[in-house]
């Protein structure tokens, strides 16, 4: 996530004014950095992902209903993915091509989609250009039907990349892998589910995602709350109707203002009675620039298309002679201080925005982001800052501090009572790691969250040494692109390439050889650090809300080309960075 903030997109705007209006500008950003520090010094423990007891209901399948009794499954199959998301419907697809035919995912869901299967609530879509973001469109005969999809579009999508490629044949759904544990004498993994499941894998694939467990911030009184609540990835429809008119009576409150409140929140403002909307720290919202595909221009696509497009994602960007000129002759100080000042102009026109449509002044400058853009995922809506100026849309501007208390009548916050019928978390996800409820035991007995205990390594953010045949998807020490999809196809494709060529040489087992992780450990740390910006930075899931990290601990940095690149060298050396196994 870090190299988000490394490198901001989009920051068109060119510094105009006094380098004093800047410097004032970074100390306001440093001051509401260090309150929300100060809030809360537990980091990443303010949160709770443990959900048993009273809170086990914020976790409950809602779209799925009971779970489907079925037999626990004793048998083997050649490629075993641990989730059913893009990761695992990407690669498969590459994996077919290659000629693979006993694929299985393993998905706690009750269908394909992962993140597209969890959220479906109500404005749910993607911030990312359809065409770019959907993937296999080539292969699937299909053009988007706008410019940004909507989530159920995205989902059908995965259901359609499934049926395609025959994967529901010997999927498992609402089942969650346990235990993942090599087995040297076999050179296979035996996995273990909470289904009493005992499966065999030659190769095995952590497609779960970074983003998959729901969160709840740790507040005083949490469970005491009598009034109906759930976690935004739970939407329970059943109350709220799917056109949301079950809330035509109802005091909504929603906690959160992320990514996902941003595109729920214009809904629920037209939906509900009164709505709450409790903010500890607001988004940067921009224009977002949508419309429905022309069919005329659809049709005109020649075959192919999608894949060229991708193909220009993953090239470096072109820099005129003077450009490059000009660079090399500013100062590492003066490069820091051209992007800081954009990005502030950046973010001045995020608030001249909000000035101009907000109409309520005091609620205009609390809506208004004091950080670097890019610290925080930005945010692209029309219809969310005029949801403020409807009368029943109330903003309670926690300034950094957040809610604090939850009663059985509802929020409290500096001694208001704020009523509610209903409570919605919209406060994300864990950051994971590794597996989630998964524990994956190597060659050599030893768990893979105590190797990376003293800091992640691996290779090419796939591969780790000492658990062969084993690959991870959009983890660590991999590169990060706004557009997830162009990252797990790159991966997709490199894993496929790895399967193939065991496959091709009767290699049992593939193994990153511990001198190929150490050069990876190396690129990683090499390309961290230029700059103080993640630290600087408003606390968040992207900067692991403040908290100290090795820099070996995030992801690549050196730009998607050159990943790709390091992809491709892989590739064409195999025997330089691996061990391989007949046996
Ligand atoms: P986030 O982690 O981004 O947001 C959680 C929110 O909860 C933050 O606003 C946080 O405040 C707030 N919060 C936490 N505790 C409290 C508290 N005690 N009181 C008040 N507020 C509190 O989760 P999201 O689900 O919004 O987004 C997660 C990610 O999912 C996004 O970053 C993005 O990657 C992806 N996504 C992408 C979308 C797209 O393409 N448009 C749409 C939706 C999600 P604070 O900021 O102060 O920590």
Redesign the pocket.
Known sequence: MAELIEKPIGLAAKPTRSQEFYDNVKRKFAEERDL?LNYRPNGTA??TSEFSGALAKYEVDPYAGEVTPREPINDTVEVLFIGGGFSALLTSARLREHGVESIRIVERGADVGG?WYW?RYPG?????VAYDYLPLLDELDYVPKDHYARGPEIFAHCQAIARKYNLYKLATFQTTVTSTIWDPDEQMWNLTTDRGDHMKARFVICANGT?SKPKL?K?KGLETFKGHSFH??RWDYAYTKPDLSGLENKVVGI?????????AIPGLGAAAKELYV????P?SIDIRDDWPTDPNWARRLPHGWQARRRARARMEPQLTEEQKAKQAAMSHEDKIRRQENANIEAMMKIHQRIDAIVKDKATAEALKPWYMLMC??P??HNDYLPTFNRPNVHLID?K?????EITEKGVMFEGKQYELDVLIY????EVQKTGIYNQIKGANGLELNDKYREGIRTLLGIHSEGYPNLFIMGGYQASFQFNLTDMLQAQGDHIAACIDYARRHGYQSVDATPEAEEWWVQEIINHRGKTNRNHEC?????NF?GEFQRRQDGNYNGGFFQYCNHLGEVQARMDDHFSFSKK
């Open positions: 929300r303010q949160y993140t959220n749910v879509a993607c911030d990312v983003l911030a507040i935004t990835s906690i959160g203002t992320g990514a996902t409140a941003v595109q409790f903010q500890r720290t988004s925080k995922r945010c692209f926690t950094g501090k957040g809610i604090t919209a406060t994300g996800f408003t606390p968040g899931y992207y809300e």
